[in-house]
């Protein structure tokens, strides 16, 4: 079973290479290394905390801890860039409570459970605007609750959701992500993938971001491709729920299916091939594949599977 499985995974990466080109060709550098290993870390996450259009073609991602004064005023300033930067920033904040702040990870915790009720960045806000309140109180819990509170946050459900181990988890993956990208400065920011310093003032920001635009511009595009894969002589179903995207929460930013048609792949990036597409989709697939050689009681046989994939030229 598993030489057939791996047969299987053999050809069809090699049917992919075949149908969308060599990936040597055509995906970049910076978009290989992505795939997989640390950098996979500097890219949106599904889980990340956004504002802005996911498919914008700058993003922001900033290591964040709410008791931290120097984040407080950054902020501020994302708000200033995101008005400045409408429908062209991404601007993603992710966990990293220093252990020099004793309430900073009760705050990310705060913020989560939150979060878990629509109001993870009104939380935020709240946070850093009574940075001074609650960090030098002696019950942060009692004015966190508060802060919920005059989210029209149930305070049952507010403390409820911060017992719920799924909140402390997500902020250890942040941290985790931090440590693997070597930003151990608080904050730390990434934009479109790559390390910067940290802005002194919103001018330098704004330069930065400017820069940024312009590089992205040559990477940019809309363009649809038609996807067919076929197992078994039965085509694989790709407008179920758990392959499709929806506006605001794509499975990727770059590359997926949405609408409910499974039929039509989009893809918003140069040098993103179907290989790229496919990978995160591996473990759903690993899932049909085996429960299709365990009905099927497979011994040593070839495996009838083809892919058929045709390029449109771009359309808007």
């Known amino acids: 079973m598993d030489k057939i499985f791996f047969l299987f995974l053999f050809c069809f990466f090699t049917i992919v290479a075949m149908l969308w080109g060599h990936p040597a060709e055509t995906l970049s550098n910076r978009e290989r290394a992505s795939a997989e290993g640390p950098r996979k870390y500097l890219f949106p996450l599904v889980g990340d905390w956004m504002k802005g259009p996911v498919r914008a073609p700058a993003f922001l991602i900033e290591y964040v801890d709410f008791q931290c004064p120097v984040c407080k005023r950054y902020n501020e300033i994302n708000k200033e860039l995101l008005k ?12 990293k409570p220093s252990p020099t702040h004793p309430y900073s990870f009760i705050a990310a915790l705060s913020a989560e459970a939150a979060g878990k009720e629509g109001c993870f960045w009104q939380m935020a806000d709240l946070l850093f605007e009574k940075q001074d ?15 919920a509170h005059s989210l029209n946050i149930a305070e049952e459900r507010f403390l409820r959701n911060l017992k719920d181990p799924q909140q402390q988890n997500k902020i250890l993956k942040d941290i985790q992500s931090s440590l693997a990208l070597g930003a151990t400065t608080i904050p730390s920011f990434f934009l479109n993938a790559e390390r910067i310093p940290n802005p002194q003032s919103y001018e330098d920001f704004k330069i930065l971001i400017e820069a940024s635009l312009i590089k992205s511009k040559k990477t940019q595009v809309h ?29 990727d930013p770059y590359v997926h299916l949405h609408h409910g048609n499974g039929k039509v792949l989009h893809k ?12 995160p989709l591996v473990w759903i697939l690993e899932k049909i594949i085996l429960a299709w050689i365990q009905v099927r009681d497979l011994s040593p046989v070839a495996i009838k599977f083809s892919c058929f994939l045709s390029m449109v030229e771009k359309n808007p």
């Open 84 to 95: 400045d930067y409408q429908g062209r920033l991404l601007i993603i904040y992710r966990h």
């Open 133 to 147: 309140e609650w960090a030098n109180a002696q019950d942060p819990w009692k004015l966190f609750r508060q802060y």
């Open 223 to 251: 363009e649809h491709a038609d996807i067919r894969v076929v197992l078994d002589g039965k085509p694989v179903d790709f407008s179920l729920p758990k392959f499709q995207s929806k506006y605001g929460q794509e499975l």
């Open 268 to 279: 918003h990036k140069n040098g993103i091939n179907l290989g790229y597409f496919l990978k």
